[in-house]
């Protein structure tokens, strides 16, 4: 894939790809955690076989060291978005071939199909400074309320209370990971402590998303 940037060692990046001809890439839950142990396992430099691991623990795989540090995560219907921080040279590039690799040989294997599952390479935007970076941990987290009001940024939130409920009840994204002082099995994809650290309490970060909630409530 041609960019305008060459990845760049101690640099974040928003990191995003959807089905081919915007097709579903998530049929259902298992669909979506399968993903999220991919999160885990790929990231890595230790080889493994998915169908060799007790799925209840893959968390505990020891990888050894990791290709990049992740800060935020959010699976949609047809498409997916990461905020990733580069490790070492080439690791996004790594990381992302291998996830999209081993969830398209899981995909199509589960549903009978050939051919590729992504609409092309993955695609990455390079945040180049503080607001930007801080901005995405809303963009990425508030990417599901299009599955509670599709229109909800083009004419604004209809229910408030129902679409901050629908953040809480959704639980593939790193969202809760920010929101909830008690950590999950998912949370463990992050590595918070490779990003500023815009929330140091969970309230805090309940009043960021909030703020933007409301600018967009109806009316």
């Not at 885990?40 to 060291?65: H, M, T, Y």
């Not at 199909?113 to 930007?132: C, M, P, Q, V, Y």
């Amino acid at each position: 894939m041609s960019r305008k940037f060459q990845f760049a060692i101690g640099e974040f990046y928003h990191v995003y790809n959807r089905g081919v001809e915007k097709r579903i890439i998530f049929l259902d839950d298992n669909d979506r955690k399968r993903f999220y142990y991919l999160l885990f396992l790929c990231n890595g430099q230790k080889p493994f076989e998915i169908s060799e691991l007790n799925l209840k623990k893959v968390f505990e795989f020891e990888r050894e060291e990791t290709l990049v540090d992740i800060g935020a995560v959010c699976l949609m219907d047809n498409h997916f978005h990461l905020l990733l921080y580069e490790k070492k040279e080439n690791g996004i590039s790594e990381f992302m071939h291998k996830v999209s690799t081993a969830y398209t040989l899981y995909f199509n294997r589960k549903y009978k199909r050939t051919g590729s599952l992504f609409g092309g390479s993955f695609k990455a935007e390079h945040i180049d400074n503080d607001r930007h970076l801080k901005y995405l941990f809303a963009y990425i987290h508030l990417n599901p309320i299009k599955m509670f009001q599709a229109d909800w940024q083009e004419e604004g939130i209809r229910d408030l209370k129902g679409a901050q409920k629908f953040l809480e009840d959704y639980t593939f994204s790193s969202y809760l990971d920010y929101k909830k002082s008690q950590s999950r099995l998912f949370g463990l994809v992050l590595n918070r402590g490779a990003f500023p650290e815009y929330f140091s309490l969970p309230q805090e970060f309940d009043h960021f998303i909030n703020e933007w909630l409301e600018l967009k409530v109806e009316g």
